[in-house]
């Protein structure tokens, strides 16, 4: 599903000093895996992500999902693929707050630009139900607790569809009852669900309630 | 619903920092109201200047002493140095495509009466002057044919020279009037035509007395003009050839001029034409202050919503829908601008009309909302190409 290939990625800091967050990092995630990434701040492990995601881009090496080589994309391709096929759940929600708690989780539609099996607002409000913040379709996202926020970026992450769900950090903003109901919320998706889930965090027992567990140190995989 | 969401999150953005939103569209509506106000100056100084040529009667035919008009350049060569003679009045009166013949010796002069000073304008005339331009007596009477030959000490009041003087235009009829250091009697007062002003003459203040009485006096024999009358409008460029016939005969082409009151018209409008257009251009400097303002703004916003743009991005998000999301936003407080520029000029132009006739046409509307819509896109595509080339990844880190 996702296959990384001695991928590097310098980033230049200044006056010509480079500084490398990624080794040849090569790596195989397949369907419907539950994996975290795991190291301590500084390893490259947000740096892995993103490029993951499609955020960034490697300076060097190859990635490919589903197959498809990346680097051989431009920025709409790319673009489209991250709206489809990856849902994302960050550890700041990342929600916009001008938006009502429905536009955010519909956010992800807006930008799909080919039509869609299912109807996206009856979808949008089953997730919201689901992940019982019902009621809140018109609020806005400051006006809800932060255990509460992170389900609409769930709710954002799921409402593509996508097979796969990277997180990064997802229960960093929560007390333990709420990073609770996130994790297993988690679990759920990628058990009931068959979705591929990457969680990345430097939280040992986070990770160990994953079936694998990639290490990273010094951008390295170890 | 892509397009309503993109309006529906500008208006938003835009509303919530309100006073900054309208601070900039401030300079758009200055700059259209500017441009607006102006074009309907000059349109209806335009619409002015016809309407009172139309009153002053039509399909004329003035011969007048020089190249005076030409209609690639404007006035040229005056020359008035130039006059007529009896002469050419007598091979004038040959001509057959008009029904009147006009001649005119004008001159500044001042009324004297009742301890009071007037300077008018003097037509040495005939009787058919007050034919040809409409003018009409509201008391008293014009003078006639006989008049002429009696050589009669007798005058025509303009309205405003009668009111001036006497006081009530009433009081004018029968009264005398000191003229050139002779005593005229006055034997009307003719209707007001109103004007005057932006180097139009006004007729109010002129006064009309038989020529010969004027050419005795003054013991001259010249006319400085002849005003002819075509049959129709049609007939007027052939009537302009058959006087040309007969002038150049005498006279180079150069010495004097046949021209038609649209002529004239077309000349002293082309005049304030181009004034207009100066006023109008500076005006436009004022549009594109406004536009930097945008622009100015636009990038700010940027600036404060990198992290909503990495967030877009995140989820699909293509540069062009960053693009248009900024671009929906200048473009809308631009327009905003010209709308409430265009009301304001509007509103304004119902007040000035009170002082002076402005016109606001379809066009100057169609323009203004164009130019401000373009803009909005040409200064706001800069900041909003600069929100779209944000890297996703940095944006989206950004605190």
Redesign the interface.
């Known amino acids: 599903m996702i296959k990384l290939v001695k991928v590097c990625k310098k980033y230049h800091i200044d006056d010509g000093v480079d500084f490398i967050a990624l080794k040849d990092v090569s790596l195989e995630i397949k369907k419907n895996e539950y994996t975290a990434i795991i190291g301590p701040s500084g390893s490259g492990k947000s740096t892995l992500m ?1 490029i993951i ?1 499609l ?2 881009k490697p300076t060097k090496g190859k990635v490919f999902i589903n197959e498809k080589e990346v680097s051989q994309m431009n ?2 391709q790319i ?2 693929l ?3 096929f990856i849902g ?1 759940i ?1 550890q700041q929600f ?3 707050n ?2 009502t708690v429905l536009e955010n989780v519909l ?2 539609v ?3 630009r080919e039509k869609l099996s299912f109807n996206p607002e009856k979808r949008a409000l089953e997730l919201i139900k689901r992940f019982n913040i019902d009621g809140k379709e018109n609020s806005y996202p400051n006006k809800l607790s932060g255990g509460q926020q992170q389900r609409v970026a769930i709710a ?1 992450a799921l409402v ?1 569809d996508p097979p796969i769900i990277l997180t990064d950090e997802p229960t960093g903003n929560l007390d333990s009852k709420n990073g609770e109901i996130v994790l297993s919320l988690l679990e759920k998706l990628n058990k009931e669900e068959k979705r591929t889930v990457i969680i990345v965090t430097h939280d040992l027992e986070i990770a160990k309630r994953t079936k694998r567990i990639i290490k990273i140190k010094d951008g390295q995989i170890v | 619903m892509y397009l309503l969401s993109l309006i529906k999150s500008a208006i938003f953005d835009l509303s919530r920092n309100k006073l900054r939103a309208f601070l900039t569209t401030l300079g758009i509506i200055i700059g259209v109201l500017s441009v607006v106000l102006l074009i309907a100056f000059g349109l209806g100084l335009k619409q002015y200047i016809a309407d009172q040529f139309n009153s002053l009667g039509s399909n004329l035919v003035f011969v007048l002493p020089g190249q005076v008009f030409n209609r690639s350049v404007g006035f040229t060569n005056l020359r008035t140095s130039f006059s007529f003679d009896e002469k050419d009045f007598n091979s004038l009166k040959k001509v057959k495509l008009s029904e009147v013949l006009v001649p005119v010796f004008q001159k500044g002069s001042t009324v004297r009466a009742l301890g009071k000073e007037e300077i008018t304008t003097l037509y040495a005339t005939t009787e058919e002057i007050f034919k040809a331009r409409n003018l009409i007596p509201v008391k008293g009477k014009i003078f006639e044919k006989k008049d002429i030959d009696k050589k009669a000490k007798i005058v025509v009041l303009g309205y405003e020279v009668a009111e001036k003087i006497f006081g009530n235009i009433d009081l004018a009829v029968g009264e005398k009037v000191r003229i050139e250091n002779q005593t005229f009697k006055v034997i009307g007062v003719l209707e007001s035509k109103g004007g005057g002003g932006f180097g139009a003459p006004n007729f109010d203040r002129f006064i009309y007395i038989p020529y010969k009485t004027i050419f005795n006096i003054l013991g001259k024999k010249n006319f400085s003009s002849f005003l002819l009358q075509a049959k129709s409008e049609s007939e007027i460029e052939n009537l302009k050839s058959e006087i040309n016939k007969i002038l150049i005969k005498r006279y180079n082409k150069d010495d004097f001029s046949v021209a038609d009151s649209k002529e004239v018209l077309q000349t002293i409008q082309s005049i304030f034409t181009v004034l207009n257009m100066v006023l109008v251009g500076t005006g436009a400097i004022s549009l594109i202050v406004g536009g930097i303002g945008i622009m100015n703004i636009m990038y700010v916003s940027v600036f404060e919503r990198t992290r909503e743009i990495g967030i877009r991005r995140a989820l699909g998000a293509l540069e062009k829908d960053i693009l248009l999301q900024f671009l929906t936003e200048s473009v809308i407080l631009s327009v905003l601008g010209g709308v409430i520029g265009l009301i304001l000029s509007y509103l304004l132009s119902l007040v000035i009309r009170i002082f002076f006739p402005v016109i606001i046409d379809g066009l100057a509307v169609i323009m203004a909302l164009f130019v401000s819509s373009f803009i909005g896109i040409f200064f706001g595509v800069f900041p909003a190409q600069k929100a779209a080339k944000l890297s996703p990844i940095e944006a989206i880190r950004y605190e």
Do not use: V
Request: aromatic share 12%; with cysteine; net charge positive.
């Open positions: 993103h995601g955020l960034d920025d709409n673009s489209k991250r709206n489809k994302f960050f990342n929600l916009i001008k938006l956010l992800p807006l930008y799909c954002r593509m």
